[in-house]
């Protein structure tokens, strides 16, 4: 089951996201006059970054989510026509015609399921010689949080693609890239107890499970995970990508 984003939320609360965000895009050659695809904007709150970088370019905010792609729209009305916006999902071809210098994206690769399909649409994105530059959960990434969400209620755990190093590294050879770097950071990030740690899993890490139950059960469930937890730290787990693509 696929539950939409509370993206005002998530605008609000994801400041570790937005914290690797900044320095993945740190990792990113840029002149200020290429065109730069976000493959999986969210809020917009890492795309005003790179926007502010390209005062000569152009932005691709790209986003499966219509409240996230709201949300970017306002954060980023400032920069005008400088920045478009696609609704697509990178796990088909996407909708790009003129062919992007560079793709970056942060927290978003493990919200697909197939990677064979997400780099080769990638690809498919850019011109010879473009730079990825991206960040995902990788393989552990919150793992003992979903150790826990095993164990409540009827045990759901959502789906999630948290790849190895070396399965990202092949896929990315196969779909044209070369230059290939790929490598595991873990990421613990502490959160304040009580609301605002149950209103971050809500929001990020339990979305699709709370959307499985009638909605007077969703905070007793949130509750009960963060209760389980033996302290409000997230093993978050970051799959660090750069490659290059190949002419």
């Known amino acids: 089951m696929t539950a939409e984003w509370d993206a005002r939320t998530y605008d609000r609360i994801a400041d570790p996201m937005h914290s690797w965000g900044v320095e993945v895009l ?5 002149t200020g006059n ?6 999986g904007c969210g809020s917009g709150r890492v795309t005003e970054s790179l926007a502010e970088r390209l005062p000569g370019g152009h932005v691709v905010a790209l986003d499966a989510s219509p409240a996230m792609l709201v949300e970017a729209r306002r954060r980023l009305a400032r920069f005008g026509d400088r920045v478009s916006y696609v609704q697509a999902d990178l796990g088909r071809p996407l909708p790009i015609e003129e062919p992007m210098d560079a793709i970056l994206s942060t927290a978003t690769f493990h919200w697909v399921p197939d990677h064979d399909a997400l780099f080769r649409n990638l690809a498919a994105a850019m011109r010879p010689g473009g730079r990825l530059v991206a960040q995902c959960g ?3 990434n919150i793992e003992a949080i979903r150790r826990i969400v095993r164990t ?3 045990g759901f755990d959502a789906a999630r693609n948290f790849a190895t190093p070396l399965a990202t590294a092949a896929r990315l050879e ?3 890239f070369g230059n290939i770097e790929v490598w595991l950071a873990d990421q ?3 959160l304040e107890p ?3 740690l149950e209103t971050y899993l809500a929001t990020v890490c339990l979305r699709e499970h709370i959307a499985r139950l009638p909605v007077g059960a969703r905070a007793a469930y949130v509750t009960e995970v963060a209760r ?3 302290e409000p730290v997230l093993d978050y787990v970051r799959l660090n990508i750069l490659a290059t693509r190949r002419g």
Not at 26 to 30: A, D, F, V, Y
């Open 174 to 176: 196969a779909a044209g």
């Open 34 to 39: 290429e065109r730069v695809l976000d493959a």
């Open 152 to 154: 409540v209620g009827d």
């Open 26 to 30: 740190e990792r990113l050659p840029l």
């Open 138 to 140: 990788g393989i552990g």
């Open 194 to 196: 009580g609301e605002p």
């Open 188 to 190: 613990p990030t502490r």
């Open 228 to 230: 389980r937890m033996p």
